[in-house]
């Protein structure tokens, strides 16, 4: 009785704390000078399309066929076991949030994976997201691969979602695309995560795009000139908020911020420029 009455107590905590944003898709200051070293030689020597079709060997329209892979504990919705109408409205919301981008993404199919060891801890960097990605990802460099798991424990416990990068696609091409929460599909459970921003997020990782906060308020943060420094995540919707000297509050409504899916509503010019040049280079999509 009195064990009972602790684990319901339990459960009321941990439902009532706002649980932050967070995304595995962290590179380190001199992982993104070296990229950004690369990106920008690339772009100096305006080879860019020449570089993709050396590479790659054909350019590709910007529509990006979405590979879907649902892991699951069991077939049931507590389980993993994503609706094929939750995943179409994924795609939907992509579409909506990547408007104005010239980026459209279209729905190439699910599979499906009943696997709870993979449904549980498939964290960035561990062995079993390897094994995961090498028997199930589809398509080319073009392609994005998106696998719905649950993040129940070990490195990757707690997370709503990561990223891979498109300049480490032609290096490790099994390893591309996007590991999220299952739950943060729209019309999932994760509370405050259930508009499908998750995806938008880490899409934004895959088409090239850093966290707003990335280097806080020096430098050159984000390598995107419009999108005021920030020097840490914004969690919730703290409107007003304003963390760097330099002009411009805090891009709290930013898409690659952390804040609540509802708070979240834009990438901005410099981003939609950054996203198709970082594409046209390491993924061979033209526009
Ligand atoms: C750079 O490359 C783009 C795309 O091929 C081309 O349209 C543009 O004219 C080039 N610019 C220069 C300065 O060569
Ligand atoms: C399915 O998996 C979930 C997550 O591990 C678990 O909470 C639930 O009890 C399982 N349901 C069944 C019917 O096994
Ligand atoms: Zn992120």
């Not at 339990?10 to 706002?18: E, G, Q």
């Not at 649902?70 to 389980?79: D, E, H, P």
């Not at 795609?91 to 993404?105: C, K």
Request: proline residues 5%; contains cysteine; negative net charge.
């Amino acid at each position: 009785m009195a064990r009972l009455a602790f684990i319901s107590l339990l459960a009321l905590v941990a439902s009532a704390i706002a649980q932050p944003r967070t995304c595995g898709s962290t590179p380190s200051a001199q992982t993104v000078l070296a990229a950004e070293t690369h990106f920008q030689g690339l772009l100096a020597a305006n080879s860019t399309q020449a570089h993709a079709l050396a590479t790659l060997g054909t350019l590709v329209a910007p529509v990006i066929p979405v590979y879907f892979h649902v892991i699951r504990a069991n077939t049931s919705l507590a389980g993993g076991n994503v609706p094929a109408s939750q995943l179409q409205a994924q795609i939907d919301v992509l579409n909506a949030d990547y408007e104005g981008s010239g980026i459209s993404f279209t729905n190439a199919g699910a599979d499906f994976t009943t696997n709870s060891a993979w449904f549980n801890s498939v964290g960035p960097d561990s062995s079993s997201q390897t094994t995961m990605k090498r028997q199930l990802r589809k398509g080319g460099a073009n392609a994005l691969n998106v696998y719905t798991v649950g993040f129940v424990s070990g490195s990757g416990a707690g997370l709503l979602g990561y990223s891979t990068f498109p300049s480490s696609y032609s290096g490790n091409p099994t390893d591309d695309g996007v590991v999220m929460l299952y739950s943060s599909v729209p019309g999932g459970t994760a509370a405050n995560y259930d508009e499908g921003r998750t995806l938008t997020h880490e899409a934004g990782h895959w088409v090239g795009l850093y966290h707003t906060f990335q280097g806080g308020c020096s430098g050159s943060g984000d390598s995107v000139s419009d999108t005021p420094a920030e020097a840490s995540p914004a969690y919730e919707c703290p409107t007003g908020r304003d963390t760097c000297s330099a002009t411009g509050v805090d891009p709290i409504h930013n898409f690659m911020d952390y804040t609540y899916d509802s708070c979240m509503n834009q990438f901005t010019a410099g981003q939609i420029s950054r996203m198709k040049s970082q594409i046209t280079a390491y993924r061979g999509i033209t526009f």
